[in-house]
């Protein structure tokens, strides 16, 4: 088994992973993360994300939610996968799924069951819509998620049609939720000796940040068109938006009167500090349009570095509007060691994500591996099959 620092939180805890696609590897990436034992459990043909692999580029979102994992192949649809997965879970801290609620039950090996074996199990299970209620069984993707959970009503402009957020902030909300059960269980065993099942719902993990927007909806009486372009989700703050500059875009926001202020220093105008239209908050976005077109046209003369460097030294705050490239390659975050230049074994050189929790130093990544890889490790070393079990469960097509 791998070596984990000492200073590592989740030192010493081991997690059965059958996370798949975004929400689930997520969790369990922050967990290996902070030093957990993490073991990636993946049908012998491969978790949908890997498979996807055969499109140019997909494989990249699995290298960068599978680092710091081992890898195994497991068939738990037959009896002795499903008996391999138990001993796993006997012997586990944590056994993490983001199925479609009901699956694990339908094969025995839900949590009812799971905890039967090992009291102590923190079973986490990531869905949809939870494990409850009306909308339990309705197929759930990040996409029917952000539109039936409000993000797509709240996102684009007003006279034109709703539009998705650009990353799957569903996935990875309900992700880094599930991450925040799993940790407080395990404290809660600390004190009480048990395990417990908890479970997180994507839809639930982002309503509350729909608060902007909400308190639009909630001010106007439910009159307000939700769809604010680039401006604040509630019509709260102005000036807030997108603005021109000569090479691109910068986007700005100003959430008190001493950022007005530094504002109206950097752009030279201080003979509007006494405008009837801009004296308060209230009356900024009243006139929101014109604020814009004051902004702009400060902005639109001037490259993206002249307005960081300027509105900077204002305190002003700003950021220009980077593509992927830019931040791919920024240099703040691989100085943070959040961003890491790697050899992948699989896909060559690729710049992989750590965590954004942090316990000291960046961790280390390990690289995800071939489909299977630590099967002997794993089902050998760790459970004890023997080297004649391993070849007979391979031969019947379980690992």
């Excluded at 479609?100 to 079973?123: F, K, S």
């Excluded at 409000?150 to 049609?161: A, H, L, Q, V």
């Amino acid at each position: 088994m791998r070596a984990v620092a000492d200073n590592q939180p989740l030192k010493g805890v081991t997690v059965v992973d059958l996370g798949q696609i975004y929400n689930g590897p997520y969790a369990t990436l922050l967990m290996a993360m902070a030093g957990a034992h993490v073991i990636k459990v993946e049908p012998l043909n491969g978790e949908n994300m890997r498979r996807r692999g055969a499109v140019g580029g997909a494989m990249v979102p699995f290298a960068m939610l599978n680092s710091n994992k081992e890898f195994v192949s497991l068939n738990i649809k037959d009896p002795r996968g499903k008996a391999l997965l138990e001993k796993m879970a006997a012997k586990a801290d944590v056994l993490l799924e983001n199925f479609a609620p009901g699956v694990m039950n339908r094969l025995g090996l839900g949590p009812d069951r799971l905890m039967e074996i090992n009291p102590r199990l923190v079973y986490a299970a990531g869905s949809g819509f939870g494990w409850s209620g009306p909308y339990r069984d309705f197929p759930a993707m990040d996409l029917t998620v952000q539109a039936i959970g409000g993000i797509m009503s709240t996102t684009g402009y007003p006279d034109r049609p709703p539009v998705k957020a650009g990353p799957a902030v569903c996935d990875f909300f309900g992700g880094v939720h599930l991450y925040g059960a799993v940790v407080t269980a395990l404290f809660d065993r600390e004190r009480t000796g048990k395990g417990r099942f908890v479970e997180v719902s994507m839809l639930e993990a982002v309503y509350a940040s729909l608060s902007s927007a909400l308190g639009l909806y909630f001010g106007s009486g439910g009159k307000a068109p939700m769809r604010t372009g680039n401006r604040h989700s509630g019509m709260a703050e102005a000036p807030y938006n997108v603005y021109r500059a000569s090479d691109g875009w910068i986007a700005l926001i100003c959430v008190s009167e001493t950022h007005w202020r530094s504002l109206l220093e950097a752009m030279d105008r201080q003979d509007l500090a006494e405008d009837p239209r801009l004296l308060t908050l209230k009356s900024r976005v009243e006139n929101i349009d014109f604020v814009d077109e004051v902004v702009t046209g400060f902005t639109s003369g001037r490259t993206r570095a002249e307005l960081y460097e300027t509105l900077g030294k204002h305190r002003v705050p700003c950021a220009p509007v980077r593509d992927l490239d830019e931040v791919v390659h920024d240099p703040h975050l691989h100085a943070r060691g959040m961003l890491k230049d790697i050899e992948h074994p699989l896909l060559g050189p690729l710049v992989l994500p750590t965590s954004p929790m942090r316990y000291g130093d960046a961790p280390e990544i390990r690289p995800s591996k071939e489909l299977g890889a630590d099967n002997d490790a794993v089902f050998g070393e760790w459970l004890g099959e023997s080297a004649e079990e391993l070849e007979a469960l391979r031969a019947g097509g379980v690992i």
